[in-house]
């Protein structure tokens, strides 16, 4: 479990997990768990960031891990920072909704009520002029 409002920070040393405010379904720090594998192989053995989306506990975050090295230049562990997937997965849901909403108004507020006669009046016009050859906008 994480706070919603602060995400996770942890400190790994090699993949082990040394510190952290992630917590386990008891209230326990997770300290002693391992990094996944993938996070490992980029950052540990490659030296290189991680980002992307990891399960921690049983909620998706949007997290970074970086490499710690020692003053060799040795990697040595791993940073891992992370923010709740769903604060993002909210506002995009939001401004999906909002541009849905927005679209919508102004479909619709282009429509003309049309009553039975104007519709009538309408094909009828545009009939007698497909009829007569002539169309909006040419000279007669």
Known sequence: MVDH????????????????NVRLRNGDRAVGS???SDVSETVL????????????GNQWFISEYDP????????IGMLSVGLPEDIYTEIRNQVIFSFFAHS????????????????ISSYEISSSRLASGTTRGSAE
């Open 5 to 20: 409002s602060t995400g996770s920070t942890t400190i790994f040393h090699d993949d082990i997990r040394i510190a952290t």
């Open 34 to 36: 391992r990094a996944a």
């Open 45 to 56: 053995r490659r030296g290189e960031v991680w980002r992307g989306r990891t399960l921690v």
């Open 68 to 75: 710690i090295r020692d003053y060799s230049g040795k990697v």
């Open 104 to 119: 919508t108004a102004c479909a619709l507020s282009t429509l003309a009520p049309c009553s039975a006669n104007s519709c």
